[in-house]
């Protein structure tokens, strides 16, 4: 193990202790910079792609197109407020476990190396034994691993959001969105459902001090 692995750990070990050292919490800045950086390029990058989709495929959309049959107008309505008040849900299940906190951002794995990551959840999935040194970092990679299924309520409004949409509003662009979420929505849902599960079973059979019985 280098020398930066090693200070790695003892940083990210000083953020689980609620006692950042000066590297780890230089290193927190630098991830917040980068994930904020990260969301906007993708914001950005995302309205880009919906406007040349729109104006692509949406050139046959007239005065002269058909106007769907109002129960489809009304089904896709209703569909888009039941994807609201999911949605609304989805945020107040984020910000009961924390998800929205603003020391979120700390979380100890945001310190380590992808390789160091990859090891960490290798433990807790039963790949690779796991190391004594490390238990209090892997429990705390399981943890994280259950709290982020409170996103699933969240991906599930904004399912049915663009389900909606395309329904009371029919167009080429939307049923492409439409479909391409709940292809990606399917294969997340099972991800984050496998993940839940494996964190579940490795809390039970090492549970922290305190905790057992």
Same mark, same amino acid.
């Given at each position: 193990m280098t020398t930066d692995d090693d200070a790695r750990w003892a940083q990210a070990q000083s953020i689980l202790d609620e006692q950042p050292t000066d590297e780890a919490s230089e290193h927190?800045?630098?991830?917040?910079?980068?994930?904020?950086?990260?969301?906007?390029g993708s914001c950005v990058a995302?309205?880009?792609?919906?406007?040349?989709?729109?104006?692509? =495929?949406?050139?046959? /959309?007239?005065?002269?197109?058909?106007? @769907?049959?109002?129960?489809?107008?009304?089904?896709?309505? $209703? +569909?888009?407020?039941?994807?609201?008040?999911?949605?609304?849900?989805?945020?107040v299940v984020m910000m009961r476990a924390g998800l929205l906190r603003k020391n979120r951002w700390s979380v100890p794995a945001a310190v380590l190396t992808r390789a160091q990551r990859k090891s960490l959840l290798d433990q807790v999935r039963g790949r690779t034994?796991?190391?004594?040194?490390?238990?209090?970092?892997?429990?705390?990679?399981?943890?994280?691993?259950?709290?982020?299924r409170g996103l699933l309520a969240l991906?599930?409004?904004?399912?049915? =959001?663009?389900?909606? /949409?395309?329904?009371?509003?029919?167009? @080429?662009?939307?049923?492409?969105?439409?479909?391409?979420? $709940? +292809?990606?929505?399917?294969?997340?849902?099972?991800?984050m459902e496998r993940n839940a599960r494996q964190a579940r079973r490795f809390l039970a059979a090492h549970p922290a001090p305190g905790e057992a019985g």
């Amino acid at each position: 193990m280098t020398t930066d692995d090693d200070a790695r750990w003892a940083q990210a070990q000083s953020i689980l202790d609620e006692q950042p050292t000066d590297e780890a919490s230089e290193h927190l800045r630098r991830r917040r910079r980068a994930v904020l950086a990260a969301l906007i390029g993708s914001c950005v990058a995302a309205v880009a792609v919906g406007a040349l989709v729109f104006v692509s =495929l949406s050139g046959d /959309g007239g005065p002269g197109r058909a106007d @769907p049959p109002a129960w489809q107008q009304v089904t896709g309505l $209703v +569909v888009q407020g039941m994807g609201l008040v999911i949605e609304v849900y989805g945020l107040v299940v984020m910000m009961r476990a924390g998800l929205l906190r603003k020391n979120r951002w700390s979380v100890p794995a945001a310190v380590l190396t992808r390789a160091q990551r990859k090891s960490l959840l290798d433990q807790v999935r039963g790949r690779t034994a796991i190391d004594p040194d490390r238990l209090a970092l892997v429990r705390d990679t399981a943890r994280q691993m259950l709290r982020q299924r409170g996103l699933l309520a969240l991906f599930v409004g904004i399912l049915l =959001l663009q389900v909606g /949409g395309a329904l009371s509003s029919p167009a @080429p662009w939307r049923t492409v969105m439409a479909g391409t979420f $709940v +292809v990606c929505y399917v294969a997340l849902f099972g991800l984050m459902e496998r993940n839940a599960r494996q964190a579940r079973r490795f809390l039970a059979a090492h549970p922290a001090p305190g905790e057992a019985g």
